[in-house]
């Protein structure tokens, strides 16, 4: 019963800005931790940002700078705001989210992802 929506993908210019949401609802306790993750073609899938429940923050080094993660806590939504976008930033970026279900199993679940991508 718990669902990860995410939305704000779409074809953006190169140096251009392109916000991503996830919104987790459902039969949710409390979230531990939300991450965004992203997979280009023939390529593993990384971990781009994480924002844990304390309010601390990890980025992957190709995005230091450029990529900013926040959280909505009351409305339990995760947001990547991506500016200055490269080429190499073309992938499918997937939400992850840890998190404290209501029937008190800690649980991790995936959005279904939203393709980004950058136009040289």
């Known amino acids: 019963q718990v669902q990860l929506v995410e939305s704000g993908g779409g074809l953006v210019q190169t140096g251009g800005s392109l916000r991503l949401s996830c919104a987790a609802s459902g039969s949710i306790r409390s979230i531990n931790a939300m991450r965004w993750y992203r997979q280009a073609p023939g390529k593993q899938r990384e971990l781009v940002a994480a924002f844990t429940s304390g309010g601390s923050t990890n980025y992957a080094d190709s995005v230091k700078g450029r990529f900013t993660i926040s959280r909505d806590n009351a409305e339990n939504t995760v947001y990547l705001q991506m500016n200055s976008l490269k080429p190499e930033d073309t992938a499918v970026y997937y939400c992850?989210?840890?998190?404290?279900?209501?029937?008190?199993?800690?649980?991790?679940?995936w959005g279904q992802g939203t393709q980004v991508t950058v136009s040289s």
């Open positions: 992850n989210a840890n998190l404290l279900t209501t029937s008190l199993q800690y649980r991790t679940y």
